[in-house]
């Protein structure tokens, strides 16, 4: 059965960003709010910017790294930007910013920036094809490319960690 062409989609119809108070309940005892908290927010923003990309339900395979330059403490708005960087096969990588506000001054700081890695899944729950990425600026084009490196180091990483997993 041939495989069908899928039209390739703009990087900005998968921009989704979510905003959010933070609450006592999403903090410690000294006011600063719970990484795990933060780490939701960014995986559920980068799964809904990969589900408008592929119109598919997607999973969570790989978080590259997660590291929290600024603290966020109660009462800051926190805004969770994401959009598609870099699509293969089944697999789609999104770009997760996060900003935290304090509402009433206005000052506006980034807290971190990271990669997720998500597949499509189809009504079997097995991957699905998704369609190509059409970078609309430089920008997009360069970091594209750059998730094209880091798709191929992370697959390498997996090869050799199944590789030591065999040899124990």
């Not at 805004?79 to 900003?99: C, D, F, N, P």
Request: with cysteine.
């Amino acid at each position: 059965m041939p495989v069908e062409k899928l039209s390739p989609q703009p990087v900005s119809a998968s921009r989704v960003s979510i905003s959010q108070l933070m609450n006592p309940t999403d903090a410690n005892v000294t006011g600063n709010v719970h990484g795990g908290h933060i780490m939701k927010l960014v995986d559920e923003a980068g799964a809904l910017a990969c589900m408008k990309h592929s119109h598919q339900r997607v999973v969570t395979v790989a978080i590259d790294r997660m590291i929290f330059q600024q603290p966020i403490k109660i009462g800051d708005l926190v805004t969770v930007s994401a959009e598609v960087s870099y699509v293969g096969k089944t697999s789609m990588e999104a770009e997760v910013s996060v900003y935290a506000e304090n509402p009433t001054t206005g000052q506006r700081w980034h807290t971190n920036t990271a990669y997720l890695v998500y597949v499509a899944l189809d009504e079997k729950g097995k991957p699905a094809r998704v369609p190509p990425l059409q970078p609309e600026n430089d920008f997009q084009r360069r970091r594209m490319e750059l998730g094209q490196a880091r798709q191929a180091y992370r697959l390498s990483q997996a090869k050799q960690e199944n590789f030591k997993d065999v040899a124990k």
